[in-house]
């Protein structure tokens, strides 16, 4: 049986610079079944789903709904549900977590500063606390937006938790279900795809190091797509592993051509110079639609590290 996802691998398609963009990762756990909008297609309150996605436009912030791993049966929802928020730009990344038995209250949040970074609002409203336990692994699993995401995610976060994995969930929606199994890994924020069991505990062992693993890496979704691929491009050129070492200070530019500047805690710059191109030949971009795409590819073409005046000047 071919698949989108099946065709992406098959074909070779670059998988950097493909991540989703969110600077804050607002989750929000909602057992039993989710639709393809699971916000408002969910035994969640459609009009709550409504208003949270309403509150959280154009703020920064990102709102998903997770689940445990396993069986999806919902026979009237947990008492108290987990709901944990991760802001992602290096320099502060943070994580916090608390449990709610309303969700309404996450509308009294403050998305603007969440999206900015200030986890205030979250911990005096939910009684929030920073998260002491082991990485988020947040493994996409909406069948309903994408047949691939239940049959590679559900048995990629099955094995995981029947492992011993603490901190894995199913999440509704990460972006490119072409790569499935896709993940998303918090407190930093990058994000995998065509994800296998080994490779996500080795990811998440590198993660409890403050380290991030490169191979597999579609992206921080602390930037844009164009800064994604750079900053991914620098770390494979300096080999540089260190979750917080880089940052995409200035992109200048627009499609389908980028100039990317990023920087290291250490002082030094790069200059990377990012295409935006077609991957061919037309392929399905999702199972749901026969419809064939040529879906847009983030190609670094040129990179070189800047001298310090040249930096400063930048």
């Known amino acids: 049986m071919s698949t ?8 070779d398609e670059p998988i950097a610079g493909t991540a989703a963009t969110a600077t804050t990762w607002l989750l929000l756990e909602q057992p ?26 154009g703020t920064g912030a990102r709102i998903a709904l997770i689940r445990r791993p396993g069986r999806h049966a919902d026979c009237g929802g947990p008492a108290e549900r987990q709901v944990y928020v991760a802001h992602t730009v290096p320099g502060n990344v943070w994580l916090h977590a608390a449990t709610v038995s309303d969700p309404q ?15 205030h609002t979250f911990d005096s409203v939910l009684q929030g606390q920073p998260h002491t336990g082991d990485p988020l692994a947040l493994v ?13 995610g559900r048995p990629l976060a099955a094995e995981l938790a029947a492992s011993g994995v603490d901190g894995v969930w199913e999440v509704t929606h990460l972006g490119g279900h072409r790569f499935s199994p896709t993940l998303l890994v918090l407190p930093y924020g990058y994000a995998y795809g065509r994800a296998q069991a080994h490779a996500v505990k080795e990811v998440l062992h590198s993660v409890q190091e403050g380290r991030i693993v490169v191979e597999g890496c579609r992206g921080n979704s602390a930037w844009e797509r164009p800064g994604q691929a750079a900053e991914l491009a620098v770390r494979r050129a300096t080999g ?11 992109t200048d530019g627009a499609a389908p051509r980028w100039e990317v500047t990023v920087a290291h805690v250490d002082g030094r710059h ?11 030949p037309p392929r399905p971009e999702s199972c749901g639609t026969s419809v064939l795409g040529s879906p847009a590819r983030m190609d670094v073409v040129a990179l070189r590290e800047l001298r310090p005046t040249t930096a400063l000047a930048s």
């Not at 790069?270 to 061919?280: D, I, K, L, M």
């Open 4 to 11: 989108c996802s099946t065709v992406s691998q098959d074909l």
């Open 140 to 152: 996409c699993t909406n069948g309903k937006r994408d047949r691939c995401c239940a049959l590679l």
């Open 270 to 280: 790069w200059r990377v110079s990012v295409a935006q191109g077609t991957s061919a």
């Open 32 to 57: 039993g079944p989710w639709g393809a909008k699971a916000l408002t297609q969910s035994h969640l309150d459609p009009a709550l789903g409504r208003a949270l996605e309403a509150a959280a436009q």
């Open 105 to 119: 209250r996450l509308l009294d949040l403050d998305f603007t500063a969440l999206g900015m970074g200030d986890h």
């Open 240 to 250: 540089e592993s260190a979750a917080e070492a880089l940052s995409v200070v200035r």
